[in-house]
């Protein structure tokens, strides 16, 4: 094993990396410009960062995902309380939200954290329609 490896960090530091890490990308926009603005802290350029990740063969398909988009399939028998659950969860109109379920399948919220989608999901399975996270 190598010194990095077996090296233990800090609860305070250990915590506050997983928090980081943990981070949605409009939250991690936000503390960079919250650092930026606070402390004048910039942050590193994203090829420092995508270098540090590993240089493995693969590294790419090894990668965790981490934005998803929820498309409906199908409203399903409930069409008008699916069509209030898009509206809730997009903040479209009437109209939008109703062209939206009848053009199924189509995305409903592109790039959204695992926790926003698996959300959605249960939330327009629940109003009838047929969903899938991709």
């Known amino acids: ?3 990095e ?4 960090y800090d609860a305070k530091i250990s915590k506050l990396g997983d928090e980081i890490a943990g ?6 926009v936000d503390l960079a410009d919250y650092m930026k603005d606070t402390y004048g802290i910039e ?3 994203a090829g420092a960062v995508m270098m540090a990740g590993g240089g493995g063969e693969g590294g ?3 990668e965790e995902q981490t934005e998803f988009d929820v498309v409906l399939e199908a409203a ?3 069409k008008i309380q699916v069509i209030k659950a898009v509206r809730e969860a997009t ?7 109703k062209d939206l379920v009848d053009g199924a399948p189509k995305a409903v919220k592109e790039k959204t954290s695992k926790e926003d989608a698996d959300a959605l999901k249960a939330k327009l399975e ?3 329609a047929t969903v899938k996270i991709k």
């Open 1 to 3: 094993m190598t010194e």
């Open 5 to 8: 490896a077996t090296k233990t």
């Open 23 to 28: 981070l949605t990308l409009k939250e991690a």
């Open 43 to 45: 942050p590193a350029a």
């Open 60 to 62: 790419a398909a090894d």
């Open 76 to 78: 399903g028998e409930k």
């Open 91 to 97: 903040g479209l109109g009437l109209k939008e939200a």
């Open 126 to 128: 629940e109003a009838g």
